[in-house]
């Protein structure tokens, strides 16, 4: 049985919960501030407590893929096990994985991440389109296919992006760069979709005035930032303009760096919504 599509499950999750995303990033620093061995019980015991702690709660968890890979298949053994078990709890889970190539290749990776009965089965999945938009097909025929969704990399909050992603590119002759290209290929994705669109953009919290760039495609747009990188919940309306209802806010460390004590990630968490919700509300 196919899913309610993941844009109408986010919309619902976000106007219940909060439009909140935290991310569960077990990186060795972070391990080691909770006073957990870098090993796959350490992270075991750090990706469980984040699951126990927020997944009743937060509209959305975003595991970093490779935080869990870089300990091979038992690391990924843990990946499984957090994603079905956030899930069953309530919290969509967007999985951070960042995959991109062509053709068969991508059909398994959306196969992997994306097919309902898969192991790893997320209800989005973070693609790279820097192959050409086109390259993405199998995955957005597979994110139709099972009710999950997408975010692509559009404008991303990284110093380096800019040479790819702010590059005018000769054929087309309104002069849009690469950026405003993949936002436009999205809304034609959730072109007529209600309440929302499944097909979402990673767009930087901490990109400044964005005003240039048409952020209304009818789908979430997931903003990394808030938080240790600088951006806060009061800067959404005017980086996001009219599209901010539809900001899903990224915040990891600030979040996660309460930990291990539960209520503690919980007081963060509900600190970060009520702010969150509080800015975009006013607009």
Not at 16 to 30: F, K, M, N, Q, T
Not at 87 to 104: E, F, H, P, Q
Request: aromatic share 6%.
């Amino acid at each position: 049985m196919t899913l309610e599509p993941f844009g109408a499950r986010l919309r619902r999750a976000m106007d219940e919960r909060g439009p909140l995303c935290v991310g569960i990033d077990p990186h060795a620093s972070l391990l080691a501030e909770w006073g957990l061995n870098d090993d796959v019980a350490g992270l075991e015991r750090f990706s469980r407590t984040v699951v126990e702690a927020l997944a009743g709660r937060v509209a959305v968890l975003k595991p970093q893929s490779a935080f869990f890979e870089r300990f091979g298949s038992r690391g990924v053994a843990v990946l499984e096990k957090s994603v079905e078990e956030a899930r069953a709890a309530g919290a969509l889970v967007v999985m951070d994985a960042k995959r991109g190539d062509i053709g068969s290749t991508m059909a398994a990776y959306a196969e992997a991440f994306l097919r309902k009965d898969a192991p790893l089965f997320s209800d989005a999945l973070t693609v790279s389109p820097y192959l050409g938009y086109g390259s993405l097909s199998p995955a957005v025929a597979m994110a139709r296919e099972s009710g999950a969704g997408l975010f692509v990399l559009a404008l991303t909050s990284n110093p380096e992006g800019r040479e790819v992603q702010h590059a005018v590119r000769v054929e087309d002759h309104v002069g849009r760069n690469v950026g405003a290209t993949m936002l436009a290929h999205l809304a034609a994705e959730n072109a007529g979709e209600e309440p929302l669109g499944s097909f979402g953009a990673v767009v930087g919290a901490t990109l400044g005035d964005l005003s240039v760039y048409d952020l209304d495609v009818n789908g979430p747009l997931l903003a990394p930032g808030i938080g240790a990188q600088g951006a806060t919940p009061a800067d959404l309306p005017r980086v996001f303009g009219r599209a901010v209802r539809n900001v899903v806010p990224n915040v990891s460390r600030g979040v996660l760096r309460h930990g291990p004590d539960v209520v503690a990630l919980r007081d963060a968490a509900d600190r970060f919504a009520q702010e969150i919700r509080t800015a975009v509300t006013a607009v």
